[in-house]
């Protein structure tokens, strides 16, 4: 017997019982009440007084069955509505139909009133039974438990703003939640009542409701809205002193399973009112393609790596394989999956993607169907004053790789690049453009596998992402850094970021530069503007913002196609196609000459990094520094 089974028995039946037990009771009540109203209470002929209670069994094997039929015994009461409400009033009527029937047939005579009176009886004390605790339990929370709750301003008077009255209105005590006003943009809404609870505003009366009802927290209960409208609605709740909650998501609620919506609410983050909207992908497509299938992350430890093995995991792959340099990111990352997969096969290996021997070792024993490449040096800054290291890691890693999965007939191989392979101006991005360039090679001489890159920007809480950076000099007490007032970013949520990885991956036909539609770019000094009011401070008041300039290989404007490359549509419309570009013939004979020299650690590596990859431009000041040092 599994656990579900026992806990349905446990929890189930006793309530089950009860109400059986009630129902014997409202139907043997109504039967002689009937009769008695009937008569006026007067003198009841004892033909009608026997007959109300002599078939007592049969009629209550009647209202039994019709009961089950109308699920009045495994509705959730708790949560009952109209729906509730109107089964009961068609199962108490067809129960009667059937009592009033059997005893016609059988010259069981009642008065005709009778019936009529029982069914008002049975309709009503039914439902008394049924709603009758949640009433005074609404009644109780309300009006005496006022002191020990913590006064809530919700913001959405939509399907969801009215999930979460119902559920707060059932558990106050619980939550320990006391909403005191609605508000919400629509007019047509303003004034009218949620379950009891007033709409008094809009978005931009939410600082005066906080102060006229003492409001300690907020909540917004706004799944499907924008982020551009939450940006609004948490600049307005930033004037106030409350802590701010959100819904994120009507269909994480779905997902999950969970009975009540509260659940699901949780503290303001970010990435609710940074970036670009969610796009949404073929959830469905992708575990198709991932189900029952050996695959291979590399860099499986990192922020993008560790979500793709969090997403390849629920997909139920036959073997998961995490590959990784760094082992305590490679083991965090084992042991989540460990404890949230319990039956997933999870393969965890140390090792450097520069070592080709050791990467021949996984490839041979496991022989993997897709390989999801994520393992990089990434930080610009860094890279430029060590671009030998960039080439070994990136470059030479990508080779091996490409190698193997050509060796061992890998069906789908997906490089994780970036916008700033798109005109580089600094070694890393030029890196990831010869990563590219690798992968379309390979492609074009290979038919068992299918070699692709996906391209986009800067991702949220990403390790080294600025966003952190900002975050630890706001709690810091700041001065927040911004190097230009102009300059600006594409940004996107890392999860987002790995499902367009995995949607990519079953686009993929070989050779594609997949791109994100990211929207528009993100001024980084309108970004770190917001953070700071995230954290609950006026910027350049509480916390400064200090302009520091350039750093050396970074550009005010991110690309994110080079023009040359045009644009192809995919499925999703968010999701474009660069196609192949024409790699000169003398590719693999100039990346083997940058690979030695790299290992020999030369100085003008940039130069040749330059010589194959056209549209780099050298950063000369970052040139000097490097050689400086």
């Known amino acids: 017997m599994t656990k579900k089974v026992k806990g349905i028995i446990r929890n189930k039946i006793p309530n089950i019982f009860l109400f059986i037990l009630i129902d014997l009771f409202v139907l043997l009540f109504s039967s002689i009440f009937a009769v008695w109203i009937r008569f006026d209470f007067g003198t009841v002929p004892e033909k009608y007084l026997v007959g109300s209670y002599q078939y007592l069994a049969i009629d209550f094997i009647i209202v039994l069955i019709t009961f089950l039929l109308f699920r009045l015994y495994t509705s959730m009461w708790k949560y009952a509505s109209v729906i509730e409400l109107i089964n009961i009033i068609m199962g108490c009527t067809f129960a009667e139909i059937v009592m009033y029937i059997y005893k016609h047939i059988f010259n069981i005579n009642m008065p005709r009133s009778y019936y009529l009176i029982q069914i008002f009886l049975l309709i009503t004390l039914t439902c008394f039974s049924r709603l009758g605790y949640r009433m005074l339990r609404t009644i109780y929370i309300n009006y005496n438990n006022k002191k020990n709750t913590t006064n809530t301003i919700l913001v959405g008077a939509g399907e969801a703003g009215r999930l979460i009255i119902d559920e707060i209105n059932n558990n106050g005590s619980v939550f320990d939640t006391r909403l005191v006003c609605v508000v919400d943009d629509d007019k047509s809404k303003i004034g009218s009542y949620?379950?009891?609870?007033?709409?008094?505003?809009?978005?931009?009366d939410i600082s005066y409701l906080a102060n006229k009802y003492k409001a300690k927290s907020i909540i917004i209960a706004i799944p499907s809205?924008?982020?551009?409208?939450?940006?609004?609605?948490?600049?307005?709740?930033?004037?106030?002193?409350?802590?701010?909650?959100?819904?994120?998501?009507?269909?994480?609620s779905m997902k999950d399973n969970r009975p009540n919506i509260v659940s699901q609410i949780r503290p303001l983050s970010y990435e609710d009112f940074l970036g670009r909207d969610q796009i949404v992908v073929d959830d469905i497509e992708i575990n198709n393609s991932l189900k029952n299938k050996i695959i291979l992350v590399t860099g499986g430890g990192g922020s993008i790596g560790s979500e793709l093995c969090r997403q390849i995991a629920s997909s139920n792959p036959k073997s998961l394989i995490i590959f990784d340099i760094y082992e305590n990111n490679a083991y965090d990352i084992e042991q989540e999956l460990l404890r949230n997969f319990p039956t997933i096969n999870l393969h965890t290996i140390i090792g450097s993607i520069r070592d080709y021997d050791r990467l021949e070792q996984v490839f041979k024993k496991y022989k993997p169907d897709y390989v999801y490449h994520a393992?990089?040096?990434?930080?610009?800054?860094?890279?430029?004053?060590?671009?030998?290291?960039?080439?070994?890691?990136?470059?030479?890693?990508?080779?091996?790789?490409?190698?193997?999965?050509s060796i061992y007939k890998t069906k789908k191989f997906v490089l994780i690049s970036t916008d700033k392979a798109v005109r580089p101006t600094n070694i890393m991005g030029a890196s990831k453009?010869?990563?590219?360039?690798?992968?379309?090679?390979?492609?074009?001489?290979?038919?068992?596998?299918?070699?692709?890159?996906?391209?986009?920007?800067?991702?949220?809480?990403?390790?080294?992402?600025?966003?952190?950076?900002?975050?630890?000099?706001?709690?810091?007490?700041?001065?927040?850094?911004?190097?230009?007032?102009?300059?600006t970013r594409y940004f996107m949520t890392i999860p987002e970021a790995v499902s367009l990885v995995l949607q990519a991956g079953c686009f993929a036909k070989g050779g594609e530069i997949f791109v994100l539609d990211m929207g528009k770019p993100v001024k980084i000094y309108d970004l770190a503007c917001k953070l700071i009011r995230y954290k609950g401070y006026i910027p350049?008041?509480?916390?400064?913002?200090?302009?520091?300039?350039?750093?050396?290989?970074?550009?005010?404007?991110?690309?994110?196609?080079?023009?040359?490359?045009?644009?192809?549509?995919?499925?999703?419309?968010?999701?474009?196609?660069?196609?192949?570009?024409?790699?000169?013939?003398?590719?693999?004979?100039?990346?083997?000459?940058?690979?030695?020299?790299?290992?020999?650690?030369?100085?003008?590596?940039?130069?040749?990094?330059?010589?194959?990859?056209?549209?780099?431009?050298?950063?000369?000041?970052?040139?000097?520094?490097?050689?400086?040092?």
């Open 433 to 487: 453009r010869i990563c590219e360039m690798i992968i379309q090679s390979f492609d074009k001489k290979n038919k068992n596998t299918d070699y692709v890159a996906v391209r986009f920007g800067n991702v949220l809480g990403s390790n080294g992402s600025v966003i952190n950076l900002f975050l630890k000099q706001i709690d810091s007490g700041g001065p927040v850094t911004v190097t230009s007032k102009e300059i």
């Open 194 to 204: 949620i379950k009891g609870i007033k709409v008094e505003g809009s978005i931009k």
């Open 375 to 405: 393992a990089a040096h990434k930080h610009v800054p860094l890279m430029e004053f060590s671009p030998n290291e960039v080439i070994k890691n990136n470059v030479l890693g990508t080779l091996n790789l490409c190698k193997l999965a």
């Open 540 to 629: 350049n008041k509480d916390i400064s913002i200090k302009i520091i300039g350039l750093r050396p290989g970074e550009k005010l404007y991110e690309e994110r196609l080079m023009a040359e490359e045009g644009l192809e549509r995919t499925p999703n419309k968010l999701i474009n196609i660069g196609k192949p570009l024409n790699i000169p013939k003398s590719f693999f004979k100039d990346l083997d000459n940058l690979i030695k020299s790299a290992n020999q650690n030369v100085d003008n590596i940039k130069e040749l990094v330059a010589s194959i990859v056209t549209t780099y431009k050298i950063d000369k000041e970052s040139g000097h520094k490097n050689e400086r040092d």
């Open 225 to 252: 809205v924008s982020k551009k409208k939450i940006d609004k609605i948490v600049t307005e709740c930033h004037k106030t002193n409350c802590d701010i909650k959100i819904l994120p998501s009507i269909y994480l």
